[in-house]
């Protein structure tokens, strides 16, 4: 795909968003109140390995700001990313960007910090480093030695002070997030659990199997990192072919196959300048069955029927809980 063809896609892409991906999502009668999250754009900016390296703070920075300028408006960082240095390189863009009511910003606490006190004082360090007032998004990032409630005492003042507008997790599993609610109920927090961020790319799509039907279930909302398989989709010889035919980039269409389903988020990574406007792109590409049936035969896992099976889905649950059980005695 050609600039000027990407720059038309970009438009589209921007025209149809509020009819197409702006949705709020409605969580059941659980005790939780219902979930609010409105995600504006398919597609945004992951900033996983910005700002680790001085010499690359300048270039970092002209990448998130032309992501700004070429139509993304979802932002996704972490504290861990360059220990703070990726928000410190969105901070430098969000200052000449300046127009912080347009944009989703998201980021996350790691485990080890997540505490009550602990979550707080994180999530404060990280709108000063990004300077961006509020986070949209506030997710704990992954398992560490707190207890949720611990976790979601942090979250809950958060959400009063105005400092975070939505909470979620990443990396959790189906087993996870059931304990996260259940300890929710038990403590009347009826902040809904809004999102959970999880690997998810054509050669690895896991989530499908049990996770992916959960979060559906009770509405919470998937963001997809590593859409690319940490950049191994952008090579493979059968998506450079299929994309070669409709004149789109084989990351186009890893991308177009992670985002087939209109409830799925994200967040590719990259500081590619020509990159970076073609994978915001690839949220208005649609692809037809065979090529999805084609994606899914070459780039996916080995003995994927196999996970498919529903027999040997339950078996697989079932061991799991068994030695999780175990694993607690």
């Known amino acids: 795909m050609c600039l000027g063809e990407t720059k038309r896609a970009l438009s589209l892409h921007n025209h149809e968003v509020d009819m197409q991906t702006e949705k709020t999502i409605s969580i059941g009668e659980d005790g939780l109140a219902p979930n609010s999250l409105v995600i504006p754009f398919r597609i945004g900016l992951g900033t996983y390995g910005l700002g680790e390296r001085s010499a690359d703070c300048d270039r970092d920075v ?11 408006r979802l932002i996704d960082t972490a504290e861990i990313y360059g220990m703070g240095g990726a928000e410190r390189v969105i901070g430098r863009a969000l200052a000449a960007f300046g127009r912080r009511a347009e ?13 009550a006190n602990g979550t707080i004082r994180a999530c404060k360090r990280s709108i000063e480093r ?35 507008r939505h909470i979620g997790v990443s990396n959790f599993s189906v087993r996870n997030l059931e304990e996260w609610r259940a300890v929710a109920r038990s403590l009347r927090v009826t902040s809904p659990l809004a999102c959970n961020q999880v690997p998810y790319s054509a ?21 997809a990192y590593s859409p690319l398989g940490r950049g191994a989709l952008a090579s493979h010889p059968t998506l450079v072919r299929l994309g070669e035919q409709r004149g789109l ?30 994978n915001l792109a ?17 780039c996916g896992p080995a003995f994927r029927w ?12 079932l061991g799991q809980g068994l030695l999780s059980r175990l694993g607690h005695r």
């Not at 002209?62 to 993304?72: I, M």
């Not at 177009?256 to 990574?269: E, G, N, Q």
């Not at 690839?282 to 070459?298: F, G, P």
């Not at 529903?310 to 078996?315: C, E, T």
């Open 203 to 223: 050669d690895a799509p896991g989530i499908e199997h049990e996770l992916l039907p959960y979060q559906r279930q009770h509405a919470i909302q998937t963001m």
């Open 249 to 278: 980039t084989a990351a186009q269409m890893a991308l177009a196959w992670c985002l087939r389903s209109p409830d799925i988020v994200a967040i590719p990574k990259s500081a590619d300048l020509r990159r970076i406007e073609e």
């Open 306 to 317: 196999l996970r498919r099976n529903a027999v040997i889905r339950r078996a697989r649950s």
């Open 62 to 72: 002209r990448a998130v700001r032309h992501a700004l300028d070429v139509g993304y």
């Open 103 to 115: 944009l989703f910003i998201v980021s996350k606490v790691d485990g080890s910090n997540a505490s």
């Open 130 to 164: 990004m300077g961006c007032g509020y986070l949209d998004l506030y997710l704990l990032h992954g398992l560490g030695p707190h207890q949720f409630s611990e976790t979601q005492s942090g979250f809950s003042e958060l959400l009063r002070e105005g400092l975070v």
């Open 282 to 298: 690839a949220a208005s590409v649609t692809l037809a069955r065979d090529e999805v049936e084609r994606i899914e035969r070459d």
